[in-house]
């Protein structure tokens, strides 16, 4: 059996898994962001997974100490690849992303670790997807903020 091209296969001494969050307040329809001030890239809050730390745990973890907010998960259907648990029947799709946060509060002080100097940065999810750096964070935004205003998460928000 061979490999696909975009198959590798790696030690765990060679990779990390990063784990972050596109933050979303739903009631004001924001997404949160972050900028470094170094050198004003945009990014989406991420970071590296602790051992024995859950994914969903480390997106958590890590969007609070880049940002300062204390956020939650948030049930949005998005499609995956990864296999489906037989009792679960969630038709390739994961219920468990993006997180919910509150663009109104005041994020809190001193959560950053050495060497992150980042600015927490609430966009409107009109400008959100052109705000960010990178083609993959671009992506990935761009993709959540179209399954997000497909669903009835939004309706249930305005209620």
Known sequence: MSLSSSTMLRLSDTFV??????T???VEAKMLLI????????????????IGETLENAAIRETYEETGFRVTL?????P?????V???????????EPVAGDSTATPDAGTQEEGEDFDPVWAD???????LTFDDDKQIAQTVVKLFRASSIVESQDS
């Open 86 to 96: 037989a009792a679960a029947n969630l038709d390739g799709e994961l219920t468990t």
């Open 80 to 84: 995956t690849l990864a296999t489906p």
């Open 17 to 22: 898994i990063s784990c972050g969050t596109i």
């Open 74 to 78: 948030l049930p949005l259907r998005i």
């Open 125 to 131: 999810l009109e400008n959100a997807v052109q705000t």
């Open 24 to 26: 979303l307040d739903p």
């Open 35 to 50: 900028r470094w001030k170094k050198n004003g890239e945009v990014f989406l809050p991420k970071g590296r997974k602790n």
